[in-house]
């Protein structure tokens, strides 16, 4: 089993449709949870982090499932700007800080 | 924005050739990463320094030697690559003991 799991997609979808992407992890030790946004030939860049209470920011909700080891992102009003992809990215406790980075959804917001 | 910047941006070399990649930061971090994205796969964590000292080296061949004269300036020499070697090579930056990294726009790799 991969350490993290996405769906590769594509994910299309209208402008203004709401979209959900989930996201599996094996290791049930890890403790801090994001999504990173990564557009076509560009560097990844942190789109929030993912806490335990679930978290919102503007039209993104981020909730973690530690039960079912799985954490989700909601987009909802999607608009053709949010077209990227969505990295899930997972950290093991204690202090080696390294990242397990998932293979990312492609999303395509269609006008 | 100019937080992380990498040099150059596109690389194309030989096996038999010599080249450096350059990464510096201007946030004021003390941990710097080297990361590798290939096509269809996950980006792989290739080293880690904190405070200019290595700390990782995630079994990556010995034709990729990192060097990191001070906190801001990380280096990544390669020599004799490979043709599967061709890939994106992003440096990150972060304070040590803290998960959010910035990263750099990215070299693009090909080994003819």
């Known amino acids: 089993r991969k350490e993290v799991e996405q769906d590769p997609g594509p994910f299309n979808v209208p402008e203004g449709a709401t979209v959900a992407f989930n996201c599996t992890y094996s290791?049930?030790?890890?403790?801090?949870f994001f999504w990173y946004r990564q557009d076509c030939r560009k560097e990844p860049k942190l789109l929030m982090s993912?806490?335990?209470?679930?978290n919102e920011d503007g039209r993104f909700t981020a909730q973690l499932n530690r039960a079912s080891q799985y954490i989700s992102l909601l987009i909802r009003d999607s608009k053709l700007s949010d077209s990227a992809t969505y990295l899930c990215?997972?950290?093991?406790?204690?202090?080696?800080?390294?990242?397990?980075w998932g293979l990312g959804t492609s999303l395509a917001v269609n006008p | 924005e100019t937080g992380v910047t990498q040099t150059p941006r596109h690389l194309v070399m030989g096996m038999t050739n010599k080249k450096s990649l350059k990464c510096e930061q201007h946030?004021?971090?003390?941990?710097m990463y080297w990361y590798k994205q290939s096509a269809k796969k996950p980006l792989e964590l290739m080293f880690v320094?904190?405070?200019?000292?290595?700390?990782e080296n995630n079994s990556v061949p010995s034709r990729f030697s990192p060097e990191c004269p001070n906190s801001s300036h990380l280096f990544l020499h390669l020599h004799t690559l490979q043709p599967e070697d061709s890939a994106l090579y992003l440096c990150?930056?972060?304070?040590?003991?803290?998960?959010?990294?910035?990263f750099g726009p990215g070299t693009r790799l090909t080994v003819l």
């Open positions: 993912v806490y335990s209470s679930g």
């Open positions: 290791n049930s030790a890890s403790q801090s």
């Open positions: 946030l004021g971090h003390n941990a």
């Open positions: 320094y904190n405070f200019k000292e290595q700390t």
């Open positions: 990150a930056s972060s304070q040590v003991l803290e998960d959010t990294q910035y």
């Open positions: 990215v997972v950290n093991l406790a204690g202090n080696n800080r390294k990242l397990i």
